[in-house]
């Protein structure tokens, strides 16, 4: 039994899925995403939350909706689509690969290292390093809201 809350998908009550070991998402899935120890690759799509433990790492090939956050000591590598709020711990690592994007507010009081694309409002003590073709993307404001086209 885990010790982690259950999502509430469709009225019904769903436990997160716990990673212990290196292991491969295909396919959908709905809910969190507790990755405690190994490697995680999500190759299909995830609608729910992901969160890395110290130690841990996951590659987003796939897409990701939902938030995501990473523990001191973890990692996070999109090569896929992320679109979500982010969630950098101090002395942890989420990298955005050429062909990677990550949409949505970030908090960084880590590392991010941008080589795909980044868009959405940023804040936090971290540090943003921007290699090769990566960029943040402009928003253009329309009424006052700020849109990513």
Not at 1 to 9: C, E, F, L, V
Not at 13 to 42: A, C, M, R, W
Not at 85 to 104: Q, T
Not at 109 to 118: D, E, P, Y
């Amino acid at each position: 039994m885990s010790n982690y809350p259950y999502d509430i998908i469709n009225g019904e009550e769903v436990p997160p899925l716990v990673i212990n070991e290196n292991y491969t998402l295909t396919g959908k899935h709905s809910g969190t995403v507790q990755v405690e120890s190994g490697e995680f690759q999500l190759l299909g799509s995830l609608s729910g939350s992901l969160h890395v433990h110290s130690g841990a790492t996951a590659y987003i090939k796939g897409k990701q909706s939902g938030s995501v956050s990473v523990d001191s000591g973890g990692k996070i590598i999109v090569i896929g689509n992320l679109s979500g709020s982010m969630m950098i711990s101090n002395n942890s690592v989420l990298i955005v690969e050429p062909n990677g994007k990550a949409f949505g507010s970030l908090l960084n009081n880590g590392t991010l290292i941008l080589r795909g694309v980044l868009a959405g409002a940023r804040s936090g003590q971290g540090e943003l390093i921007i290699e090769g073709a990566g960029y943040i993307k402009t928003p253009v404001i329309r009424n006052g809201i700020h849109y990513y086209q």
